[in-house]
């Protein structure tokens, strides 16, 4: 990409050029990157695309992706048969939202599998493994996000004393569009356990104990 003359800045790319390894970082005025111009970016570090900007998702550590993994399987026992789990799937939200929530549990119907992304509106629970660079995305910003995208469940997962994980569950008031902790347990210690978007009764101390 061109640099101009003693330009402190590079060029700003046009509205429809696509995404390169030279100028993710630049998105275009007006509206930011889009799905169309970065979904065949590829870069050396995972990403995904935030309010029109592509967002470097922070290496994670150990503890992290024990969890989500243990715990994937877990709800991959759970879940009834009409939905599907997913880690780090892209869910299309928009054209300039595309998050890849930790996990995220969708319905199957009208789907294919060889499509890139989940339709935001397939997406009946997301959850987030909270880990030190994220902290700002998981806590704030995706709940926000997936609340306001009509996600009917979400799940924070904490890292809590000794290392054991603890489960903060949401469910998405109807009429305010916003999560609200779930009125019969929000914080799970010890053990998980809750009956939407299905039955589950979790172990958390078994996610890191094996």
């Excluded at 967002?55 to 243990?70: C, I, Q, T």
Aim: hydrophobic share 35%.
């Amino acid at each position: 990409m061109a640099v101009g003359a003693g330009s402190e800045h590079p060029q700003r790319p046009a509205r429809d050029e696509p995404a390169t390894r030279d100028n993710w970082m630049y998105p275009p005025a007006g509206g930011g990157w889009t799905w169309d111009q970065v979904q065949g970016l590829i870069l050396p570090f995972d990403w995904e695309l935030l309010g029109g900007k592509i967002v470097v998702r922070g290496a994670s550590k150990w503890w992290h992706n024990l969890v989500r993994d243990e715990l994937y399987y877990r709800l991959r026992g759970a879940k009834p048969r009409n939905l599907v789990i997913n880690s780090e799937q892209s869910v299309f939200f928009n054209e300039n939202n595309v998050p890849r929530p930790d996990i995220v549990i969708f319905e199957r119907q009208g789907l294919d599998v060889d499509q890139d992304c989940i339709p935001v509106e397939n997406v009946v629970l997301a959850v987030e493994v909270v880990s030190p660079g994220s902290r700002t995305e998981d806590r704030f910003l995706k709940p926000a996000m997936y609340a306001q995208a009509g996600i009917g469940y979400f799940w924070r997962v904490e890292r809590g004393e000794g290392n054991v994980p603890e489960v903060h569950e949401c469910w998405r008031h109807k009429e305010a569009g916003f999560y609200v902790p779930s009125p019969d347990r929000p914080t799970h210690v010890g053990t998980f356990k809750t009956d939407v978007p299905f039955p589950v009764e979790i172990d958390l101390r078994s996610l890191i104990d094996f």
